[in-house]
């Protein structure tokens, strides 16, 4: 299926297997790279990769330096991998933004699995040798493709369950054609992502040019991520942002460490509703809720509720 830019811009009747299309860079892209709290060096290293495979390899040959265009960032649930996907589509749109246009192309893989023989690599095989050719015939692409373990499972690992033949040809089909587009098309970039890379064929992180692990938050990179929370909540509610230079807050700083960036957010939304008071006011949550909130949080870390 052509991609139109009608399509493009409404995000419907989309190819088979792309949820999304966005024209870079899109300023709400800029503001989630920013809310993600990572070690300065870590960004640097994952926008330097990306920035050098739209300089690097549409002018040298694939036998020098064979990359294919594959970013893979790996890391517990909640640590930020998607949204830093994204956040760096956006930048490095913004870093070549006076050269060419560049667009986002987001993967559903679950769109593509198929309980039928044969359907899953089938589809596989045209959302990349078609539907993402086409699309980078209409300039610098970078495709997101989420939860990677769905598309290119590790097939020394695979169970007799399911459809493991389809799923082994699924994989069969990625590696086939990421050989064939890292060859064609060196204005393309594809972010994978997962918190099962034990579950990731190893002939597919063979192929990335890059493996990051995004890493649980420090102890100062917790103490950000709430104070960017409440700093963005006393935007809404001026009390809270006071909340901010408490020592009971930089306790439940402290007792964040262990959580993910999406827990500790969390968190601060059950702080908001430990009372009935406190749901109905937000503004009257007090540091010793959200203390409470974060033990309870790291209480229950890794699972449901004790
Ligand atoms: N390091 C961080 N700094 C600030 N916020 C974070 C951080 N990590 C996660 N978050 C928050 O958690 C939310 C979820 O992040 P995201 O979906 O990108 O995580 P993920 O690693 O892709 O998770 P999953 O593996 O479950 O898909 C984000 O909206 C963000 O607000
Ligand atoms: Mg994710």
Same mark, same amino acid.
């Given at each position: 299926?052509?991609?139109?830019?009608?399509?493009?811009?409404?995000?419907?009747?989309?190819?088979?297997?792309?949820?999304?299309?966005?024209?870079?860079?899109?300023?709400?892209?800029?503001?989630?790279?920013?809310?993600?709290?990572?070690?300065?060096?870590?960004?640097?290293?994952?926008?330097?990769?990306?920035?050098?495979?739209?300089?690097?390899?549409?002018?040298?040959?694939?036998?020098?330096?064979?990359?294919?265009?594959?970013?893979?960032?790996?890391?517990?649930?909640?640590?930020?991998?998607?949204?830093?996907?994204?956040?760096?589509?956006?930048?490095?749109?913004?870093?070549?933004?006076?050269?060419?246009?560049?667009?986002?192309?987001?993967?559903?893989?679950?769109?593509?699995?198929?309980?039928?023989?044969?359907?899953?690599?089938?589809?596989?095989?045209? #959302?990349? *040798?078609? %539907?993402?050719?086409?699309?980078?015939?209409?300039?610098? =692409?970078?495709?997101? @493709?989420? &939860?990677?373990?769905?598309?290119?499972?590790?097939?020394?690992?695979?169970?007799?369950?399911?459809?493991?033949?389809?799923?082994?040809?699924?994989?069969?089909?990625?590696?086939?054609?990421?050989?064939?587009?890292?060859?064609?098309?060196?204005n393309l970039l594809f972010v994978a992502t997962s918190n099962f890379p034990q579950a990731v064929d190893s002939a597919f992180i063979s192929r990335c040019d890059l493996v990051l692990e995004v890493p649980l938050p420090g102890e100062s990179a917790c103490a950000r991520i709430l104070d960017e929370c409440l700093l963005g909540l006393g935007k809404?509610?001026?009390?809270?942002?006071?909340?901010?230079?408490?020592?009971?807050?930089?306790?439940?700083?402290?007792?964040?460490?262990?959580?993910?960036?999406?827990?500790?957010?969390?968190?601060?939304?059950?702080? #908001?509703? *430990?009372? %009935?008071?406190?749901?109905?006011?937000?503004?009257?949550? =007090?540091?010793?809720? @959200?203390? &409470?909130?974060?033990?309870?949080?790291?209480?229950?870390?890794?699972?449901?509720?004790?």
């Amino acid at each position: 299926m052509k991609i139109v830019p009608s399509a493009q811009a409404s995000n419907v009747n989309l190819p088979k297997g792309i949820s999304r299309i966005r024209s870079l860079p899109d300023p709400s892209l800029g503001e989630l790279w920013d809310s993600i709290v990572l070690d300065d060096a870590l960004k640097s290293k994952l926008l330097n990769q990306a920035v050098l495979n739209f300089t690097l390899r549409p002018k040298v040959s694939r036998s020098v330096i064979p990359l294919h265009g594959v970013i893979f960032l790996v890391g517990l649930p909640g640590t930020g991998k998607t949204s830093l996907a994204r956040g760096l589509a956006n930048r490095v749109a913004v870093s070549f933004k006076n050269r060419a246009s560049f667009q986002l192309l987001e993967i559903e893989p679950h769109m593509l699995t198929s309980s039928a023989m044969g359907k899953t690599q089938r589809a596989v095989s045209e #959302l990349f *040798s078609q %539907s993402i050719a086409e699309a980078v015939a209409n300039g610098p =692409t970078i495709v997101l @493709l989420d &939860e990677v373990e769905t598309l290119a499972a590790d097939r020394s690992k695979m169970s007799l369950e399911a459809n493991p033949v389809d799923i082994h040809r699924a994989t069969d089909a990625v590696l086939v054609q990421l050989d064939a587009l890292a060859e064609q098309h060196p204005n393309l970039l594809f972010v994978a992502t997962s918190n099962f890379p034990q579950a990731v064929d190893s002939a597919f992180i063979s192929r990335c040019d890059l493996v990051l692990e995004v890493p649980l938050p420090g102890e100062s990179a917790c103490a950000r991520i709430l104070d960017e929370c409440l700093l963005g909540l006393g935007k809404t509610y001026p009390a809270i942002s006071k909340l901010r230079t408490s020592p009971q807050v930089a306790e439940c700083a402290r007792e964040c460490v262990g959580l993910d960036g999406r827990t500790i957010r969390k968190m601060v939304a059950n702080a #908001l509703a *430990s009372t %009935s008071q406190t749901a109905m006011n937000p503004e009257s949550v =007090t540091a010793h809720n @959200l203390l &409470e909130a974060a033990r309870a949080a790291k209480a229950n870390r890794g699972g449901l509720p004790k």
